[in-house]
Structure formats: structure tokens, C-alpha cells
Nanobody
Framework: VQLQASGGGLVQAGDSLRLSCAAS????????MAWFRQAPGKEREFVAC???????YYADSVKSRFTMSRDNTKNTVYLQMNSLKPEDTAVYYC???????????????????WGQGTLVTVSS
């Protein structure tokens, strides 16, 4: 299984950015996919996830600003990030798991597969 995250960059506060995570080597449509982020000096934190059913879940800090989606024909998930803030600055990681239960979706240790991360920097 490989997860390849892309789309990070340097933007200004208030701008938008779309991250992508392309998956291979798995039956993608059966996987729960997630985005986590890790800022310098901080622990990795949950951002959003999308279940195989299409249901999405978000961290309170990004709800109404970020939208996660999936395209099963392309084995890809996306994270549309709007109204970016300096506190959104972090390395963003995509993760996937086939058998994760709902109560564990916000836990990074519950996901089996991880991408390499893409850096998002939001300047004020």
C-alpha cells in the first residue's frame, strides 16, 4: 500500500489550498481515509476523515472551513482548505485503514497506512 500526498505550499491567511492523496495497492473504496497534521513542536492531530460510505468527520478547529472528499475512480482523497489561518501551518499527512471503527477515527495509532506528508505554510 502506498499513499502519496501532494498539494502543500506557502499561502497567505485567508487563501485556499487543496491537498490530494493518491492511493495504490489497496481496495480503495473499502477504506476509511483521513488527514492528520503536525505542527512544529506539537503532536500529530486529527483533521478530517471520510468513511467508505462517504460520511465525513472533522476536527472542530477546521469544521466549516475544510472539506474532505473522495474519488473512488481515481483512488484519491482531497482536502479543500478555505479561509486558511496561520495556525493551520503544519505538515499534513494522509492515512488509511480498512477496518477502523467509528470510535477510533480520530486516533492516529488506529490507522495502518500513512503517506509521506505535505507541508502547508500559512503566513499572516
Amino acid at each position: 500500500v502506498q499513499l502519496q500526498a501532494s498539494g502543500g505550499g506557502l499561502v497567505q491567511a485567508g487563501d485556499s489550498l487543496r491537498l490530494s492523496c493518491a492511493a495504490s495497492g489497496l481496495t480503495f473504496s473499502r477504506y476509511t481515509m483521513a488527514w492528520f497534521r503536525q505542527a512544529p513542536g506539537k503532536e500529530r492531530e486529527f483533521v478530517a476523515c471520510i468513511r467508505w460510505s462517504g460520511h465525513t468527520y472533522y476536527a472542530d478547529s477546521v469544521k466549516s472551513r475544510f472539506t474532505m472528499s473522495r474519488d473512488n475512480t481515481k483512488n484519491t482523497v482531497y482536502l479543500q482548505m478555505n479561509s486558511l489561518k496561520p495556525e493551520d501551518t503544519a505538515v499534513y499527512y494522509c492515512a488509511g485503514d480498512q477496518s477502523i471503527i467509528l470510535s477510533s477515527i480520530r486516533r492516529s495509532d488506529a490507522y495502518d497506512y500513512w503517506g509521506q506528508g505535505t507541508l502547508v505554510t500559512v503566513s499572516s
